[in-house]
Structure formats: structure tokens, C-alpha cells
């Protein structure tokens, strides 16, 4: 696969947030992640796009350790953030999720109030002194999940009762409410109308002032607005890493290229 | 000689069809349904000459739709025949009961019973070719002791056969015999009627296939509605008796009344109050034993347990739910009791030194037995609806940075919460209407007491207690047992609908 890997060459205008190296990851006896090698740059939108099956959730999924909660999926390789082995036994992979958030497929907010939902992070990681304090933090992350107006005066209301884009985006919220550097959103808008993918992708770019985002996504339109860098999987395989534009346009792998006009998928 | 041997074997062949011919009529049926199926079935093929395609449905269909036609019309009167046809005999017979027997003996049934029991001795007596059929039915009570000649055949009666039971038992017998002579001419003859019928009917273009499809809906409904049916008539039962009951006693004794105490001499103090603080009392430290360890175990299992644990814990745990509650009480009284008394009882040979327990029947001893059986109850209802919270909320929590045990405390638990309870408050029903557990663990004296060491008892373990023994069903001392019934019925009835409810509510919010 390395003749397919030509990210090397690639300017990079960010510091590498996240390294992977050979990355595998079995599912019992499937051998879901091949070799995989990425840099994921800070302050950045990254895609991940390629056909259902691919490994990219898997992939998205060794980031913030998720893969751990299933009993028969082993990964082996490098990963590191900000320089620090995340498989290292030294990594507690609790700690490691308040600073990994993720977000999924389908809106997943608790049965709790809009409040409690946002608040759920901060108050298991005793991120606000006080009262005060955790009203301020709710507030900026509702403010910054783009939902603050409405829902500002409705805080106690069931967060369950929220339209489907609306849930989203306050699972995005809960999710930067406990202050996280890397944000990984598994197809977030699979589940969204037009309207709420578009507020939800306005929102992400807003997010790539503060954060490292990494999107898995199946629509490749989504990818080509939201992000700067795409990385196309295909079988297991990271096949093209490279910038958004040039993957769209000038695919150097010709697997890329049938996927990206709709010959494979 | 000839003429004697005649009658036995007629008297034999009489008597065998009398015991046996409600088996012959259904084995008869059954065969006609067979033979129905194949007569139609080869008719129906050979009406369009063999080519099965041309038939509206598929050959077999129509061997269906003739045993439909032949067993089910059939079975249906036999079955309503054997109803009826003793309620018609026995207000037949019980006229030859002179009216101051009747009044001696207590009651229509008993009398009836004897009658029934005489009669049976007699069928017996006659089989076994003790006495022929006909000196069975020229038999005089005043001149052979009809009770030492039904003891030799085996038939033990209670006392001496009084000449109108006999009289009644031999018209008894008589009618039983032409009775079940008729019904099994008349079945059979709907039977063929019905094969005839099938027979006529099931030509190309009959659809036996849109038949049979009605047929099977008309059973599924027919088992749905006996269900129900039987409920009410249930119910029905419990209301009549417990109405005779306050008939004969105040009501406002028994339900805001202090006392238990039954007196079969007459003028007894039949509180509920007392019983249903002894079955609330034991409910609830049943309850505190079970909801506990029942949920933990339930969190365990479908949170924490690796698949292979759980496939093999839980049919374990489940096993305790299938122990029989008779056992849980003799557990109770030889394990738990004794060993209760043993901790708080026998002055300084015991292991507190304290005094405070006389006997091994105590509250607490059915309370904890009672808590055990209520475990797997617990955890295999709480276990289901854990394992319906779904996952993408797990996931959300643990992608927060949350912990395991975080995340049941405060996602999963919340989440099932609702069905939780339902769980708990079935768990109650049973509670409350648990019964042998308590007749050998809790004691038999009703009282309002705190102490948990002390006896106590419950309204199922009264309702056993005045049920059992020679009873005279016309005193308040017997009825009183269907008011407790009754109101235990309503009590977990009213809990379980409760239960149902706050499930199904719950069951909603993720579909």
C-alpha cells in the first residue's frame, strides 16, 4: 500500500495533532484495519470517506479507545496525540475520552434535562467549582454547539424531546462541554433533514477554530464542503490522504478515483 | 345357564361402554376425521381428474377442511354433552333424596357424593364380575349390606348405604348408561354428517384454503376468549361466596375490625386488618432482600459479565425461579428459621446471647426465604429491560470519559427506571401472594406486631387454614377464606395492572 500513501509529500501548515502508525485492528478473526498511517493535523476538518464496511468508524474508533468497550476487537500500532502513546499502559482511556470527544451517528442525548446533558461531563471530570461556575460552562458549550437560542429558556425540558437535529447539536455540545482538544463525529448527519446538516455543518467549521475535527462521513458532497484534509478507506486499507480539493478533483489512486465518481461504493 | 352367561357379558360389554365409551366416541371420531381427511382429499384430486393444479388450493387442504368438518362439531357436543348431562342426572336423581336426609347431612353435594360414589362401586362390582348387571340393579339396601359387598370388590364406602342413596345410585346408573348410549350415537352421527357434508362440497372450485384459514382463526380466538372466560368465572366465584360471607357477617368487622380470631362454634372476631399487616410486613422485608440483590445482580450480568459468564449464570439464577415454593418453605423452616433462633434466641447458648426469638416461625424467616425465591423475579425482569436501554447511550457516556459504574448510575439506571419499578411491583404481587412459604415459615398467630422475630400470619396462609379440615361451606368461619381471596385478588391485581402499565409506558419511549 505505501505507493498509495502520497500524503508524505504534502505541505503541512498545522502541527500534527495525531499520529498513527501501522494501525491494525481485528474483530475476532476480521482483520478490519490494515496498516493504516495518518497524520491528523490541529485545527483542522479531516473526512473520512469511503464505501459502508471500509473501517473508517473502526478507525475513528481506535482514536478515543471506543474499541476497548468491545470485548473481541484487539488493536495493535501507534497512536499518538500530541506525542503521547495513547495504547501506553500509563493511558487511562477514561481520562482519555474527556479529552477525545465523540460524536455519533445517531443523536444519543441521556434522558435527562437539556441542562443535566450538558452538564454530565463537567460534573463527572469536577470541572466547575461551584453553581455558578457549571451554569457558565453549560452555557458556552450550548452557546458553541450553536443551539444556546433555543433552547435558553427551556434548560429543564427533557433533552429527548429536541427535534433530530437539534439532539445533535446538543450531543455536540455535551460533547465540548468537557473542554476536549480532538472531536471525532461519526457520520453525524446520517440521521439529519437537509436543514439540520446544514446547521450541523456550519457548525462544525465553526469548530475548526478550536479543535481538531475528524468526520467520518458517506456523503462525499459533505466531505468536500466541511473539511480541508480527506483520507479515502477502501477494504481495511487507507488508500488517499491528502488535501480535500486535490482528492476531489486530482485522485492520484485509481480506486479513489471510480469511488469519487460512483464506481465503487 | 346360557341366559346368566348372556347377561354377564351383556352386563360386562354394558358396563365397559359406560366407563370407556366417552374414549370409544372420541377414538370413533378421531377415525372418521382420519378416514375424512383421506376420502376428501382423494375426491377433491379426482374431481379435476388428477391434475392438482386446478384445484383452488392445495390437495391437502381439503383433508383438512374434512377433518375440520368432522372432529370439530363432534367434539364440541361431546365435550358440552359431558357438561350438562350430569347436571341433568343429578336434578334427576337428588328428588329421590328424601329433603330430611339432605338437612341431616349438611349439604346436596355430600349427599350427591355418596350417590356418585355408590354408583361407581356398583360399575366396579359389575365389571369385575362380582354380580351381574341386573342383580346389581334389583340390589335392596334393607336386604344385603351393600356396603361389605362394594368392600369386597374394593370399594370402601364411609358408612352404610342408606336405602334412598341406593335407590338413587341405581337410577343413576341407568341414566348415566342411556345418556352416554345417546351421546355417542348422536356424535357419531354428526360426525358422518359432517364427512358427508365435506364430501359433497370439496370440488375444484371449493376453497378449502380460505376455509381452513377461518378455522384457525376461529381457534386461536376460542383458546383467547377461554382465557379471559375463565377469569371472570373466577372471579365470579370469589364475588358470590364472599357476598354469602358478608351476608352472615358485618362487613365493617371485617375490613376495619381488629381482630382474628375464628371460633367454629360461632361469633368470630374475622378481621382482614391483622392479616394484611402480617402479608404487608413480610412482603416488604422480602422486598428488601430481593430488589437489592436482584438488581445487582441484574446490573452484573448485563453490564459487566463477559457473554460467556452470562450464558452460563443466568440459566443458573433462573433455576432458583423454577425451584417449587413448598421446598423454599421447608428451607425456611429447617434452615433458616433454626438458624434465625440461633443468632437471636436461646439466652447465652445462642450467638448474641440475647433472648429475643422463642420459635423458628418468625417474619423474618419467611421474609428472607420469601426474598430469595424473589431474586431470580427481580433480576430477570431487571435484566431484560437493562438490556433494552439502548447502547447508543452507553456509548455517548463513555465517550464522555465516564466510568463503567458512572455510566449505570447515571445513564442506564435512570433510563430503565421505570421499568425497573414495574419489575419491583410485580415482584410485590407475588409477594403478597405468596403462599407456602409463609404457611411454614411466618407462623399462625395474627396480631399487630413490629418485631420481625416474632410469628405472624398472612391472608393466604388464613385462607389455606379455613379451608382445610372438615368444613361446613355455610358458616362465615369457611366463606371468609373467599372474602380474604377476593381481596387478595384485587390487591395484586391492582399491582400488576400498575406493573403493566408503568412498563408498557416505559417500552414506549425507545420504540
Redesign the interface.
Known amino acids: 500500500m505505501k505507493d498509495a500513501v502520497s500524503w508524505e509529500n504534502d505541505v503541512t501548515t498545522n502541527t500534527v495533532k495525531i499520529a498513527a502508525r501501522d494501525v491494525q485492528v481485528h474483530y475476532g478473526d476480521t482483520h478490519a484495519i490494515k496498516d493504516v498511517n495518518v497524520d491528523i493535523e490541529d485545527k483542522t476538518v479531516t473526512a473520512f470517506i469511503g464505501p459502508s464496511g471500509c473501517g473508517k468508524s473502526t478507525f475513528l474508533r481506535c482514536i ?1 479507545r ?1 474499541n476497548d ?1 468491545i ?1 473481541v476487537c484487539r488493536v495493535t500500532g501507534d497512536i499518538r496525540i500530541d506525542g503521547e502513546d495513547i495504547y501506553d499502559r500509563k493511558v487511562d482511556p ?6 477525545v ?4 451517528q ?1 443523536p ?5 434535562s437539556i441542562y443535566d446533558n450538558v452538564a ?2 463537567p460534573r ?2 469536577g470541572l466547575a467549582r461551584n453553581k455558578a461556575d457549571l451554569d457558565d460552562i453549560v452555557e458556552r458549550a450550548l452557546k458553541r454547539g450553536a443551539i444556546w437560542d433555543e433552547v435558553k429558556d427551556r434548560l429543564q425540558a427533557p433533552g ?1 424531546g429536541l427535534s433530530g437535529g437539534q439532539q445533535q447539536r446538543l ?1 455536540i455540545a ?2 465540548v462541554a ?1 473542554e476536549p482538544e480532538v472531536l471525532l463525529m461519526d457520520e453525524p448527519c446520517s440521521a439529519l433533514d437537509p436543514i439540520a446538516t446544514a446547521q450541523v455543518e456550519e457548525l462544525i467549521d465553526e469548530l475548526r477554530q478550536n479543535y481538531s475535527v475528524v468526520i467520518v462521513t458517506h456523503s462525499m458532497q459533505q466531505a468536500a464542503r466541511v473539511s480541508q484534509r480527506t483520507a479515502f478507506f477502501h477494504l481495511g486499507n487507507l488508500v488517499e490522504f491528502g488535501d480535500t480539493d486535490k482528492i476531489f478533483t486530482a485522485p492520484e489512486d485509481p480506486r479513489t478515483e471510480s469511488y469519487i465518481t460512483g464506481r465503487i461504493g | 345357564m346360557i341366559c346368566a352367561t348372556r347377561s354377564q357379558i351383556g352386563g360386562y360389554v354394558g358396563s365397559l361402554l359406560n366407563a370407556g365409551s366417552v374414549g370409544f366416541v372420541v377414538i370413533a371420531v378421531l377415525v372418521l376425521t382420519a378416514a375424512g381427511f383421506v376420502l376428501v382429499r382423494g375426491r377433491a384430486v379426482a374431481s379435476v381428474s388428477g391434475d392438482a393444479r386446478r384445484l383452488h388450493s392445495l390437495p391437502n387442504y381439503y383433508g383438512y377442511f374434512a377433518g375440520m368438518m368432522v372432529a370439530v362439531p363432534a367434539l364440541l357436543l361431546t365435550a358440552l354433552w359431558m357438561l350438562i348431562q350430569p347436571m341433568v342426572i343429578q336434578n334427576t336423581v337428588i328428588d329421590l333424596i328424601p329433603a330430611d336426609m339432605v338437612a341431616e347431612g349438611s349439604s346436596v353435594n355430600l349427599v350427591m357424593s355418596d350417590v356418585r360414589r355408590v354408583a361407581d362401586g356398583l360399575d366396579v362390582a359389575v365389571a369385575q364380575g362380582a354380580m351381574t348387571a341386573d342383580a346389581a340393579a334389583a340390589l335392596e339396601a334393607d336386604q344385603t349390606d351393600v356396603r361389605a359387598l362394594l368392600a369386597d370388590v374394593g370399594v370402601a364406602l364411609g358408612s352404610d348405604v342408606a336405602a334412598p342413596v341406593l335407590e338413587a345410585a341405581q337410577k343413576y346408573r341407568v341414566m348415566t348408561a342411556r345418556g352416554t348410549g345417546t351421546m355417542a350415537f348422536v356424535v357419531l352421527a354428526l360426525a358422518i354428517l359432517g364427512l358427508i357434508a365435506a364430501m359433497w362440497m370439496s370440488t375444484g372450485n371449493f376453497r378449502a384454503r380460505n376455509m381452513v384459514e377461518r378455522g384457525v382463526l376461529v381457534l386461536l380466538m376460542l383458546a383467547a376468549s377461554l382465557a379471559i372466560l375463565t377469569t371472570v368465572g373466577i372471579v365470579l366465584s370469589m364475588l358470590f361466596e364472599s357476598m354469602n360471607f358478608f351476608r352472615m357477617h358485618p362487613w365493617t368487622d371485617f375490613f376495619f375490625g381488629g381482630k382474628w380470631a375464628p371460633n367454629f362454634r360461632g361469633d368470630s372476631d374475622l378481621s382482614i386488618l391483622p392479616l394484611l399487616w402480617g402479608t404487608m410486613y413480610i412482603s416488604v422485608i422480602a422486598l428488601l432482600v430481593a430488589v437489592p440483590i436482584g438488581l445487582f445482580s441484574a446490573i452484573y450480568l448485563s453490564e459487566y459479565a463477559s457473554s460467556s459468564v452470562r450464558s452460563f449464570a443466568k440459566p443458573l439464577l433462573e433455576i432458583l425461579a423454577g425451584i417449587p415454593t413448598i421446598v423454599y418453605g421447608l428451607f425456611a423452616l429447617l434452615t433458616v428459621g433454626p438458624f434465625l433462633v440461633n443468632v437471636f434466641g436461646r439466652g447465652d447458648n445462642g450467638l448474641l446471647g440475647v433472648e429475643w426469638m422463642s420459635g423458628a416461625t418468625a417474619v423474618l424467616t419467611a421474609g428472607l426465604v420469601m426474598g430469595i425465591m424473589l431474586i431470580p423475579f427481580v433480576s430477570s425482569l431487571s435484566d431484560d429491560i437493562i438490556n433494552a436501554v439502548p447502547q447508543s447511550l452507553r456509548d455517548g457516556s463513555f465517550g464522555l470519559g465516564a466510568t463503567h459504574s458512572e455510566t449505570v448510575r447515571q445513564v442506564v439506571l435512570p433510563a430503565a427506571l421505570p421499568g425497573i419499578v414495574g419489575a419491583i411491583l410485580l415482584a410485590a404481587s407475588r409477594a403478597i401472594g405468596e403462599t407456602m412459604i409463609v404457611v411454614l415459615g411466618a407462623g399462625a398467630i395474627a396480631r399487630f406486631s413490629a418485631n420481625p422475630l416474632e410469628a405472624m400470619t398472612t391472608i393466604t396462609t388464613r385462607i389455606v387454614s379455613q379451608l382445610t379440615g372438615d368444613t361446613n361451606f355455610a358458616s362465615p368461619e369457611t366463606l371468609v377464606a373467599f372474602a380474604l381471596g377476593l381481596t387478595l385478588f384485587v390487591l395484586t391485581l391492582g399491582l400488576n395492572v400498575l406493573a403493566l402499565y408503568i412498563v408498557r409506558k416505559y417500552r414506549e419511549q425507545y420504540e
Open positions: 478515543n471506543m468497550t470485548d477514561v481520562q482519555l475520552r474527556a479529552k470527544g465523540m460524536v455519533f445517531k444519543n442525548p441521556f434522558p435527562k454530565y461531563g463527572i471530570h429527548t450531543c455535551r460533547a468537557t
